[in-house]
């Protein structure tokens, strides 16, 4: 819960009460969990709806990252600063990026400094948050592009500068703050992404401090945290099958599957956050992964709607289009739409 508690901890930075924000978002229990688990998108989406709602200041993701320091994102921390150059700290930042969070997230670098043999040219660095909030993942998405730049000018020792940054939220009526805080040359708003460009002098940088051999420790542990969480757990297997069947029967909640598997509520909450998700992310998840498979046997709109538990299918066919912004599309083959 380590990206938890710097988000926590930055929005209370920007003259905001981090603790209250996370009682009211529901989070005071995650606060206290294993520091290496993963973050559930939906929490931090709610940590974010409702630092907007009480602020218009469009500095306010890369204000928040400005209260990033070293190791407060502990293993990540730690991989990308034991890379040769600074072109393959974000490239580890999007192979092992799952260890954050649950969130299809969109990072990345493009250009000629992925492959080091080619002729150098400047790089791309995509970050783009999606919970399915566009204005969320605006300012998420900011906030993330700026933690992982002033990552990118510790561990090099330099001040680095982007060429161009682009984000995806609206031109503000004043904009120079921004630009001014990314020490960028060049600043766009209304991107479809939201990007920062980097001189290929830049991204040869070497890493003054790296050690390769712990490197390559640190990676290989990473990996395995990461295969870890992906293998779902025989209770997390039953879990899974009681909501399935609770969908089906319409009376699904929280209690109810609780009682299903002999735990009281709260106790249930506890296991939910030691798999690093939560009631809501789960249901959605088992609903997503069920209507996959209904529609690809063949099954109509309405009796997958009925099934899962929604109320129509013009409910069903609004989750539809959520997961296909989110993630891959769900479609059901050789259906009319």
């Known amino acids: 819960m380590s990206a938890l508690r710097l988000l926590v901890a930055g929005l209370e ?108 040219g400047p790089g791309t660095v995509t970050y783009q948050i999606r919970s399915g909030d566009p204005e969320v993942d605006a300012m998420a998405s900011q906030y993330a592009l700026a933690t ?15 060429l161009h940054v682009g984000l995806t939220s609206c031109a503000p009526a004043h904009h120079r703050e921004l630009a001014v805080r990314f020490g960028a ?71 109810v599957v609780a009682r299903a598997l002999a735990l009281s509520p709260r106790s249930l909450q506890r296991r939910l956050t030691e798999e690093g998700t939560t009631w809501r992310d789960l249901v959605d998840t088992v609903r997503r992964d069920r209507a996959t498979a209904l529609l690809a046997r063949g099954a109509s709109r309405k009796e997958v709607a009925a099934r899962l538990g929604f109320g129509d299918t013009r409910a069903l066919r609004g989750a539809l289009r959520r997961w296909h912004t989110n993630g891959a599309p769900v479609r059901s083959p050789g259906r009319p739409r």
């Open 148 to 162: 992982v730049l002033f990552r990118a000018r510790y561990v090099t020792g330099r001040e680095i500068r982007p």
């Open 13 to 120: 930075g920007t003259s905001g009460d981090g603790a209250v924000l996370a009682r009211r978002a529901g989070l005071t229990g995650l606060m206290s969990a294993d520091m290496d688990a993963r973050v559930p998108t939906d929490c931090l989406s709610r940590l974010w709806r409702l630092r907007l709602g009480a602020s218009d200041d469009p500095c306010l993701g890369v204000k928040a990252a400005g209260h990033w320091r070293f190791g407060r994102l502990r293993l990540m921390d730690y991989l990308v600063a034991n890379v040769p150059t600074l072109a393959e700290v974000f490239t580890v930042t999007e192979r092992y990026s799952a260890l954050l969070n649950t969130a299809p997230n969109k990072i990345g670098l493009a250009g000629d400094a992925r492959n080091p043999g080619s002729p150098g």
């Open 185 to 255: 040359r060049r600043l766009d708003f209304d991107a479809d992404a939201t990007t920062m460009t980097l001189a290929a002098d830049d991204l040869s940088l070497p890493l003054p401090d790296a050690d390769a051999r712990l490197g390559a420790v640190l990676r290989q542990h990473a990996a395995d945290v990461i295969a870890a969480q992906a293998v779902p757990s025989p209770w997390a297997d039953r879990l899974r099958q009681v909501i399935t069947a609770q969908l089906a029967d319409g009376g699904l909640s929280l209690p």
